[in-house]
């Protein structure tokens, strides 16, 4: 017996990447619907050798259904998960909206599983930003070990993170740099994109950090120890797919670069690729597609007693949103439906 599955935005390129990523990874589906805006109905989309049409979010009954995975803005999640809520079908939530809400448990699936048990008080459960998610993958089981202090850490994460808007924009200012008759006007990003990086994402807050870079603080304290400090730096690169940051760790205890190392190669979602060669690193370009988080450059930090710095690379669309969302939808038929 498999589930009632739900993919709310289904024409987006997460809902998109939801649907491929529940097909490979052979969800137990017993019935899915595609869900999206009535300008999209009817929108064809793929799921595994299936093709799916798109149905009426706003007028879809989620009664009877087991599980939704959103995948559309705050402010649509904020009409329509609710709705599927208190029909009875757990929403998992890609949106901002409900992350920080103590009511809605915050979940990566490697770092705090046992979390999705408390989906009930709201029907809930969020999945945190995408510069979260695969940092808190990395820093979970070193933080198991040696406990730590504080994290520094500066992003470099592609436009597909601003949704298709931004892939175009990207795409579209590149084209235009080689032929200037074009002449392109940024639309998504403040500044020029193409060949360009810009240390802004996201809104400015009172205290001149961006509303990006609070989330990964707030987030890493919610998912895996509020006693953590955190500084972040979050940039936007000309990258289509894949956000890379570099992370440096400060711990309680002394932690060797080869424990580390070893810790890594054997935490659940992790590869690492850490050879001190020319090419021995991983790159976003080489982790589309993928289900990993990969990390690379490990190595003691001289500057402070105990301290690592490590370079983490992951898709964004995928472990960032889609593949978290699934991975948690899994973890809570383990864990509390108990289907398929």
């Keep these: 017996m498999g589930y009632r599955i739900a993919v709310v935005g289904a024409t987006g390129n997460v809902g998109r990447e939801m649907l491929n990523i529940l097909a490979e990874r052979e969800f137990p589906v017993d019935e899915i619907a595609a869900l999206a805006s009535r300008r999209s109905l009817g929108t064809e989309v793929s799921f595994g050798d299936r093709t799916l049409k798109t149905l009426d979010l706003d007028t879809f009954d989620f009664t009877g259904w087991d599980i939704a995975l959103f995948a559309i803005g705050s402010d649509a999640t904020k009409t329509y998960a609710p709705k599927a809520a208190r029909a009875g079908c757990v929403v998992i939530d890609n949106s901002s909206l409900y992350r920080y809400d103590p009511d809605v448990p915050l979940v990566v699936p490697e770092v705090n599983p046992q979390a999705v048990e408390g989906y009930a008080k709201k029907n809930i459960i969020a999945n945190p930003n995408c510069s979260t998610a695969q940092m808190v993958v990395a820093l979970k089981p070193l933080h198991d070990r040696a406990r730590i202090k504080r994290v520094v850490v500066s992003t ?9 808007d931004g892939i175009d924009e990207l795409w579209d200012q590149t084209k235009s740099v080689y032929n200037p008759t074009d002449n392109y006007q940024a639309k998504v990003y403040p500044k020029q994109i193409a060949f ?60 060797d670069e080869a ?59 995928r472990k960032g949103a889609a593949l978290n969302a699934v991975q948690i939808a899994e973890t809570l038929g383990q864990r509390v439906l108990k289907k398929g």
């Design 156 to 164: 470099y994460q592609s436009v597909s993170g601003s949704g298709k």
């Design 196 to 255: 360009n990086v810009i240390p802004h994402i996201d809104v400015f807050l009172e205290d001149g950090q961006t509303k990006e870079e609070w989330k990964m603080v707030a987030e890493t304290k919610k998912i895996v120890d509020p006693k953590i400090k955190v500084t972040a730096t979050c940039v936007r690169v000309p990258v289509f797919v894949g956000h890379a940051e570099a992370i440096n760790i400060e711990f309680e205890d002394h932690l």
């Design 259 to 317: 424990e580390a190392r070893d810790i890594l190669r054997e935490a659940p979602g992790i590869m690492v690729i850490d050879k001190r060669e020319d090419g021995g690193y991983v790159t976003p370009v080489e982790c589309v597609g993928d289900f990993a988080t990969f990390i690379s450059r490990i190595r003691q930090d001289p500057t402070i007693d105990n301290g690592i710095n490590l370079w983490c690379v992951s898709d964004n669309l």
